[in-house]
């Protein structure tokens, strides 16, 4: 069965941190440009990060610059997002999507169906 699957959500105080992770199955994820998206409660989706699959290019949202970092290993699997720093705007349900690695300049730009795969997310809320 082919899948992504995020993990590693939670509950956690302002100025904490938390690794979210994003697994596959049923196919290799290093071939893919990997995007991590969140959307909040009424608000529009938005692109956090993504990574590419050849040279692990990196793009971060100027909200979590410096706070977030993407990372893979090829070994696992998995595509994981370190987010330190937490804020309460940061509170959403996190999801990650793979992309065609040809189109990692506009990972966060296209609409949700250009994306091969999504798994179902993974809430995070950033509360004292």
């Known amino acids: 069965q082919v899948q992504l699957v995020e993990s590693g959500g939670g509950l956690v105080q302002p100025g904490g941190s938390l690794r979210l992770s994003c697994a596959a199955s049923?196919?290799?994820?290093?071939?893919?440009?990997i995007g991590w998206f969140r959307q909040a409660p009424g608000k529009e989706r938005e692109g956090v990060s993504c990574?590419?699959?050849?040279?692990?290019?990196?793009y971060y949202a100027d909200s979590v610059k410096g706070r977030f970092t993407i990372s893979r290993d090829n070994a696992k699997n998995t595509v994981y997002l370190q987010m330190n720093s937490l804020k309460p705007e940061d509170t959403a349900v996190y999801s990650c999507?793979?992309?065609?690695?040809?189109?990692?300049?506009?990972?966060?730009?296209?609409?949700?169906?250009?994306?091969?795969?999504w798994g179902q997310g993974t809430q995070v809320t950033v509360s004292s």
């Open positions: 990574i590419g699959s050849s040279d692990g290019s990196t």
């Open positions: 049923g196919f290799t994820l290093d071939y893919y440009t």
């Open positions: 999507a793979a992309l065609s690695p040809l189109l990692f300049k506009l990972c966060v730009l296209l609409p949700a169906d250009e994306y091969d795969y």
